[in-house]
């Protein structure tokens, strides 16, 4: 769908984006992460068509990216913005037109799209009488309305409620189902681990790590467990098959965080824990997406 | 193309439908024709607005004693006495001001309860002077009624020759028109101006900058806000035109009807009040001169006028407003425009300073020609010499300047405007504008 090739973005005094290529399969949910002033913006702002990249070359189905494709292209920027004092229903026909819909087809979709959401009543209003949460909803269908089949979204649930985040989290899913490409720029990872399939992780204007979500975690496991068990024998620090990394006292259990040693499978730990405890569970600490994201970053610092 | 056009259409749209335009269309006219309604009614009443009041005279050097003349504002008396006990009893009186003339004539002094206007002051002076001269003549053995009947007034016919022959020159209605067109080319350019700065500044608030850009060329969407602004402007033009020549058809048509009538009653009440012949006359010349206006104002060619004035707001507009979206582009919020704003304004009041002082009495002058064809100054100092006549090739070659100034200034605009609006929280210097300038695509 997407191919980013070696993006240089030089600014006067600093290098916002150095190098940095990826892909994007078509039909696919991609997590564009990285800490504030990583890159991600000027990225996003290269693939709308904003700015050119200095270096490098974005290709869209293959084709180097033109005017042609910004129909093709939704995008729902971080920093939210809309006419204040024009009517919603109005704003969001005009935004769509921008993105060459005709004038039938925008009022069509505009309908079914304030059904869909639940804001029919809305059409006349303006938008400075609306709550922040009504806003983005407005936003959101703005950037998806002329059904692009690569859709950027830059933090999408900033700004809404538990319940409407929900909403649009459904939609996303929703259009991802129906053939759209997904690109989800953000730093909250519980959402990125719920709804990507593959991350691309900037730093630093660079790229320091690119995968599918669950190969990234996997490969970040390092045979580590946790062992719920109430103790019935004191469990000795070295015993050549783990190594005890942290104990923790609850009312009527105690958890094991276990390292195994090099070669070492649970099994054994198992068989030798058996005669000194009774196993409630075992389960292995597979690192989240923010734990890898937080010590790549401090890692790299 | 089409996107330019949807952009213009919003812009047009959003700023005619609101109310403030409406307020604006149907005031402003009206405010001028009151505030000129005003003005002529106390001009024509100015006599009687005022109190009438007193001046006491007292002479020493005897010559001008009840030689004074009553005005409609002034009341002269005269006293004897000494000037020390005339000013006690000045002082405890409710006269005015107390004139005194000493012996020899000079020296003459006027003393007041209150600061003396200066029409007043005018007054006594030319009615001290025209005695002195009246002695001074009848003295050298000149007979007063020669005097009198020798102040006929006479006016300059003005012809200017063409090659359609003889026209009526009418000067003055040139002034009229060229500093009435100045003057709303110089105020329109600031008011349009600044809404496309302000309209460059919500979008660059509001951060629906971004969103639209990622639609459209940022040059479509700063082109298209200058034209839709400027369209709003023409709009108010054409319906201030309109109606004013409605006002003025239906105040025309109240006018002549009533003028046949008029010189009755005038007349009648003139015998009446039994007045001298001469203020017959003077209301004789008071109605030609209402067809004199109209005269003159039909050696206005209308059309051409016209069309240079929308010519000349039309490019002026646009290349001032493109000045004004850069600066709206480089700031986060209008107080900051401040340090921005003199390159504008700078050339637009010197201009208009230089040309409602100068060039309206030098039309044809060397500065006048210069100022009328540079671009940034041409669109004020053209309307000011437009109605005294201008050759043509002067008037194409300045127009043909204005329009490659238009594209020069839009095309350094643009390269500004594409990189400031996607700057936040930076306070931009001239020579951080220059910086963007020179960023490429």
Known sequence: ??????????????????????????????GLLGPNGAGKTSLIRIINQITAPDEGIVLFDGEKLQPSHISSIGYLPEERGLYKKMEIGEQVIYLSRLKGLSQPEALNRAKYWFEKLDMQTWWKKKVEDLSKGMQQKVQFIASVIHEPRLIILDEPFSGFDPVNADVIKNEILELNKRGATIIFSTHRMESVEQ???????????????????????????????????????????????????????????TELTLKLEAGKTTNEALAFLLPKVEILSLTEVIPTIHEIFVQKVTGTD | MNKILL?????????????????????????????????????????????????????????????????????????????????????????????????????????????????????????????NRNDQLLAAGIDTAILNANTNHLRLD?????????????????????????????????????????????????????VIISSVKPFQLMIGKIIGVGLVGLTQFFLWILLCVGIAAAAGSFLLGTKSSDKVITEQTASKLQQTEQAKQQVQQQLSDTEEIFQALNSIPVTYTLSTFLFYFLFGFLLYSSIFAAVGSAVDSETETQQFMLPITMPLIFTFIIS??????????????????????????????????????????????????????????????????????????????????????
Request: charged content about 25%; proline content about 4%; hydrophobic content about 45%.
């Open chain 2, 158 to 210: 003005t012809k200017q020759l063409t090659e359609e022959g003889e026209e009526d020159a009418g000067s003055w209605i040139a002034y009229g028109v060229g500093f009435a067109s100045a003057f709303l080319i110089y105020l329109s350019l600031f008011i349009y101006g600044v809404q496309v700065m302000r309209g460059v500044i919500e979008e660059k608030t509001n951060r629906i900058i971004e």
């Open chain 2, 7 to 131: 952009i213009i259409q919003r812009e047009y749209l959003s700023r005619v439908k609101k109310k403030s335009f409406i307020v604006m269309t149907f005031l402003v006219p009206m405010l001028f024709i009151g505030m000129y309604a005003l003005i002529g009614y106390m001009l024509i009443k100015k006599d009687e607005l005022g109190d009438v009041k007193h001046v006491l005279v007292v002479d020493e050097s005897g010559r001008n004693n009840g030689k004074f003349k009553n005005t409609p504002a002034l009341d002269f008396a005269y006293s004897d006495a000494p000037l020390a006990k005339a000013r006690r009893d000045f002082e405890e009186s409710d006269n005015d001001f107390l004139l005194h003339i000493p012996k020899d004539g000079k020296n003459v002094l006027l003393l007041s309860q209150r600061k003396p206007g200066i029409n007043d002051i005018s007054t006594i002076e030319s009615q001290l002077n025209d005695i």
């Open chain 1, 1 to 30: 769908m997407l191919s980013v090739k070696n993006i240089v973005k030089q600014y006067a005094n600093h290098r916002a984006l150095n190098n940095v290529s990826f892909d994007i399969q078509t039909g696919s949910i991609f």
């Open chain 1, 195 to 253: 709804l990507c399939d593959s991350i691309v992780l900037l730093h630093r204007s660079k790229k320091i790590l690119e995968g599918k979500v669950k190969d990234i975690r996997n490969s970040f496991r390092d045979d580590t467990y946790k062992i719920q068990c109430r103790p019935n024998d004191e469990i000795p620090q070295e015993n050549g098959i783990f190594e005890i990394l942290k104990r923790s006292v609850h009312d009527d259990y």
């Open chain 2, 356 to 441: 409602i002082n100068f060039v309206i009495n030098n039309p044809d002058s060397q500065l006048s020609f210069w100022l009328s064809v540079i671009p940034f100054t041409s669109p004020i100092a053209m309307m000011i010499r437009i109605p005294f006549g201008v050759p043509l090739w002067e008037l194409l070659l300045s127009m043909a300047l204005l329009v490659a100034g238009f594209l020069l200034i839009t095309w350094i605009a643009a390269r500004i405007y594409r990189v400031g609006i996607l700057m936040y929280g930076k306070k931009p210097s001239y020579k951080e504008l220059a910086k963007w300038f020179m960023y490429k695509e």
